[in-house]
């Protein structure tokens, strides 16, 4: 892991100096004090590279719409900061700060830094000559044609201090591919009390154009941008330009674009090779009690017929070779065409009428003429203006299916209602047979199929299900990791898809449930959204139709929470640090040896010795408390907040807080389950942290406040189950039940707490068999009090 340092390569030739005081300042405070004091500052000189992210200057010299941190002839996507680079825009949810420079002995005003109005953020329209206001079309690119509407402090987004930087902090995800304003004011204060200034650079580019332009033509470029957020900040929401200290252009990712295009072209009546294979399953004669010891005594199992079957789908993964064995941990989804921002700039003699490849003509069919293969666009990233990804293979899925045994529970004239399943990172498709009794015993047929890189879909050694977590959520491309989660995403949409036309078995699909388990339920949460957006087309929103969803310890803000993770953090936190350099490793490192077998890393042990660092990682920050190692702490706490902020970034497109407000929109109703634990020493769920449903009180614990269970809750506008025995009517809310017992896994094993398991499946079932608008509480004693 590569320590992420953020430089910025916005054009050296803007040549505008500094970000200090000018001789003025200097005088003035000579003559009144007698001494010298530099004003406190933002930070801001795009020509030293000193530009806080976000920022959409990292645009500039981009052709295919993407942040420009990935140039050069091999950029290497392992890196976190190159890998911004294959984005098209920032994370909607991920804390940011702007820095700010303060002279020896003073600092930044943290009451100043969270008063409202320090701080202002706006929806914007920027100068698009496709733009579908006629007045922003003749605005140029990247310069601001109007406010549609302010965010709302303590609602939409919190400001703090943080050392000398002041962070922005979203309460709720922003609108994904869509741009923001951000403003500084004056409101901003130091230590000494004195309002914060702009930077000498940014003072330059404040100035009216009109009166007082700048020299060259790159100076004037970025003057005439920087004057522009200015001037709708005055003319649409009334602010003082003399107030203003900084602003900046902030473009949100397009989350859901590629997978949305997706669901369409696996549909399309036209073959287009992205579809599903169809799904036939036979029955193999066997109960599932037959299948593990551990469900023979168990009536419902024996009344749970075991059917298997195949399906081909779309892989867009890597695939291993002979050339490059560990394709599936270095190959990220790849575009199918050039890109569209490219080929729309192309002069019209380079863009022949008819296709002059197969390829190309698919680019166009698929697209409506507006992508192509033309051989001009190298890096191929999936953007906005580039949404079919490139088809690497088909893998052979095997399917497991559950179905009530007719001869003891009568099968619907329309077949059996189905239950698409999906298990948790590290597990299986098998492992999920656990629940399948309770839901045949109750006229539910069941459906899963393993995640990429798991179970039977794993290559050799690359396999997750093993029990390394890391062959999946890939701390060593960010990319990968992003599109793992947007493969299983994808095969789930697929499954969906090909359920309409399952042989083999009667099924009932305009009622198909789902259910998700930790990684399912996280990855199930942006499928179901998707599966739920209507499409405008009647019959086709048929064919993707989820009734209800159950799930089972979700979270959101991935890359997040799983720094907090007891079971996952510490691995994440040791290959960060040793993947930084400098001091910063090699202290980590002399801790390590002295405190562990591990001894120091070779190139033999380069791949094991994170797993055997972790254990004590925890320990070892806490030594960098003492005031001694301050140093090593800071240095400690600036790179797991550079990666956590890479790391979102990167896999906001597969993050599930990303496609709530969807799944919310589509009215889709969603049971949640999340285990808080109790005062009698049973722990709170270890693997997914819980987070905080009011974000303020994260904030007030030191917590990002969109990251982990409850934050997702709070998106999906849930409701607390009661701990009170009975049927409980949700009234069209959607719901979560908070348990004191059990553990991570006690939706599938009873180890922990055999009644939080049954309380777990009764709850999920009735709320499938009451189509999701109840649900009954049959032991609330394994419920939270406050639930």
């Known amino acids: 892991?590569?320590?992420?340092?953020?430089?910025?390569?916005?054009?050296?030739?803007?040549?505008?100096?500094?970000?200090?005081?000018?001789?003025?300042?200097?005088?003035?405070?000579?003559?009144?004090?007698?001494?010298?004091?530099?004003?406190?500052?933002v930070i801001f000189d795009p020509t030293a590279g000193r530009v806080s992210v976000p920022n959409d200057l990292l645009f500039q010299g981009t052709t295919d719409?993407?942040?420009?941190?990935?140039?050069?002839?091999?950029?290497?996507?392992?890196?976190?900061?190159?890998?911004?680079?294959?984005?098209?825009?920032?994370?909607?949810?991920?804390?940011?700060?702007?820095?700010?420079?303060?002279?020896?002995?003073?600092?930044?005003?943290?009451d100043?830094?969270?008063?409202?109005?320090?701080?202002?953020?706006?929806?914007?329209?920027?100068?698009?000559?496709?733009?579908?206001?006629?007045?922003?079309?003749?605005?140029?690119?990247?310069?601001?044609?109007?406010?549609?509407?302010?965010?709302?402090?303590?609602?939409?987004?919190?400001?703090?201090?943080?050392?000398?930087?002041?962070?922005?902090?979203?309460?709720?995800p922003l609108d994904n591919?869509?741009?923001?304003?951000?403003?500084?004011?004056?409101?901003?204060?130091?230590?000494?009390?004195?309002?914060?200034?702009?930077?000498?650079?940014?003072?330059?580019?404040?100035?009216?154009?009109?009166?007082?332009?700048?020299?060259?033509?790159s100076q004037r470029a970025l003057q005439g941008v920087i004057n522009s957020f200015e001037n709708v900040m005055v003319s649409d929401q009334g602010l003082n330009k003399d107030n203003i200290i900084y602003t900046a252009a902030i473009t949100t990712q397009s989350a859901g674009a590629v997978l949305s295009t997706l669901k369409q072209l696996m549909a399309s009546p036209t073959p287009t090779g992205y579809g599903p294979s169809p799904l036939v399953v036979n029955d193999t004669g066997l109960t599932v009690s037959q299948l593990n010891p551990n469900f023979a005594g168990n009536p419902a199992f024996a009344i749970t017929r075991y059917y298997t079957g195949t399906m081909n789908l779309a892989y867009y993964l890597g695939l291993p070779t002979e050339a490059n064995p560990t394709a599936p941990l270095n190959t990220r989804w790849m575009a199918r065409?050039?890109?569209?921002?490219?080929?729309?700039?192309?002069?019209?003699?380079?863009?022949?009428?008819?296709?002059?490849?197969?390829?190309?003509?698919?680019?166009?069919?698929?697209?409506?003429?507006?992508?192509?293969?033309?051989?001009?666009?190298?890096?191929?990233?999936?953007?906005k203006f580039n949404t079919i990804p490139k088809i690497n293979g088909y893998q052979t899925v095997d399917v497991q299916m559950t179905v009530p045994d007719a001869n003891v529970i009568d099968m619907p004239a329309a077949g059996w209602p189905v239950v698409i399943l999906q298990h948790g990172i590290t597990s299986r498709r098998s492992d999920m047979l656990a629940i399948t009794g309770t839901l045949a015993s109750q006229g539910f047929a069941t459906v899963a199929i393993d995640h990429p890189l798991h179970?039977?879909?794993?290559?050799?050694?690359?396999?997750?299900?093993?029990?390394?977590?890391?062959?999946?959520?890939?701390?060593?491309n960010l990319l990968v990791t992003r599109d793992n989660l947007r493969q299983s995403i994808a095969d789930m949409l697929a499954l969906r898809l090909a359920l309409n036309f399952a042989q083999g078995v009667d099924l009932d699909t305009s009622r198909v449930q789902f259910l998700g388990h930790s990684l399912g339920g996280i990855t199930g949460t942006s499928m179901v959204a998707l599966a739920n957006t209507s499409t405008g087309n009647a019959d086709l929103d048929a064919l993707y139709s989820v009734e209800t969803a159950a799930l089972a310890m979700p979270g959101g803000a991935v890359a997040n929470f799983l720094l907090d993770s007891a079971a996952f953090g510490p691995?994440?936190?040791?290959?960060?640090?040793?993947?930084?350099?400098?001091?910063?490793?090699?202290?980590?490192?002399?801790?390590?040896?002295?405190?562990?077998?591990?001894?120091?890393?070779?190139?033999?042990?380069?791949?094991?010795?994170?797993?055997?660092a972790a254990p004590v990682v925890n320990d070892y920050l806490v030594t960098l408390a003492e005031p001694a190692n301050a140093a090593q702490q800071a240095r400690v706490s600036a790179t797991l907040t550079q990666f956590a902020f890479a790391a979102q970034t990167v896999t906001d497109a597969g993050d599930p807080n990303n496609y709530a407000e969807r799944l919310v929109n589509s009215e889709t109703p969603v049971y949640m389950i999340e285990v808080v634990g109790n005062s009698d020493g049973n722990l709170p769920d270890q693997v997914i942290p819980n987070g905080y449903f009011n974000p303020l009180v994260a904030l007030a614990a030191g917590k990002m406040p969109l990251a982990g269970t409850e934050p997702l809750a709070r998106l999906l506008e849930t409701v607390s189950v009661p701990a009170a025995a009975g049927g409980v009517t949700l009234n069209g809310n959607n719901a979560i039940s908070r348990f004191s017992e059990g553990d991570h896994g006690s939706i599938l094993s009873p180890a922990a707490s055999l009644a939080a398991t049954q309380e777990m499946q009764t709850q999920s079932v009735t709320f499938f068999l009451n189509r999701g608008q109840g649900l009954l509480v049959s032991n609330p004693a394994v419920l939270a009090s406050g639930n």
Not at 5 to 33: F, P
Not at 346 to 369: H, I, R, W
Not at 458 to 466: D, I, K, M, R, T
Not at 591 to 603: K, L, Q, R, S
């Open 1 to 41: 892991m590569k320590k992420l340092a953020i430089s910025i390569a916005v054009a050296a030739a803007i040549g505008l100096a500094g970000c200090g005081d000018s001789l003025e300042d200097i005088q003035q405070d000579v003559a009144d004090q007698g001494t010298v004091t530099p004003a406190s500052r």
């Open 65 to 110: 719409g993407t942040l420009t941190l990935d140039s050069g002839d091999n950029p290497d996507y392992t890196d976190p900061q190159t890998a911004l680079g294959a984005l098209d825009g920032w994370s909607t949810q991920n804390p940011f700060a702007i820095d700010l420079s303060f002279a020896p002995g003073v600092s930044l005003n943290a």
């Open 112 to 172: 100043s830094a969270q008063t409202p109005g320090a701080v202002r953020v706006f929806k914007a329209l920027m100068g698009d000559p496709m733009s579908p206001e006629a007045a922003c079309t003749e605005v140029p690119r990247g310069a601001a044609c109007q406010i549609t509407e302010e965010l709302v402090f303590g609602q939409d987004f919190v400001t703090a201090g943080r050392g000398n930087s002041v962070a922005v902090i979203p309460l709720k």
């Open 177 to 217: 591919a869509t741009t923001y304003l951000l403003a500084l004011t004056n409101v901003l204060q130091d230590s000494n009390g004195e309002s914060v200034k702009p930077s000498t650079t940014y003072e330059l580019v404040k100035q009216d154009i009109a009166t007082l332009p700048l020299a060259s033509d």
């Open 337 to 383: 065409c050039d890109s569209g921002a490219i080929i729309a700039a192309l002069p019209p003699e380079m863009k022949p009428e008819t296709p002059v490849s197969e390829n190309d003509g698919a680019c166009q069919a698929f697209s409506g003429g507006a992508l192509r293969d033309l051989g001009v666009d190298q890096a191929r990233h999936l953007t």
């Open 455 to 476: 179970g039977d879909r794993g290559f050799g050694q690359l396999n997750a299900s093993g029990g390394n977590a890391t062959v999946y959520m890939n701390l060593s």
């Open 571 to 612: 691995l994440i936190k040791a290959s960060v640090m040793l993947g930084a350099g400098g001091e910063l490793t090699s202290d980590f490192v002399t801790y390590v040896a002295a405190n562990t077998d591990c001894g120091a890393p070779t190139a033999e042990t380069a791949q094991t010795y994170p797993a055997c």
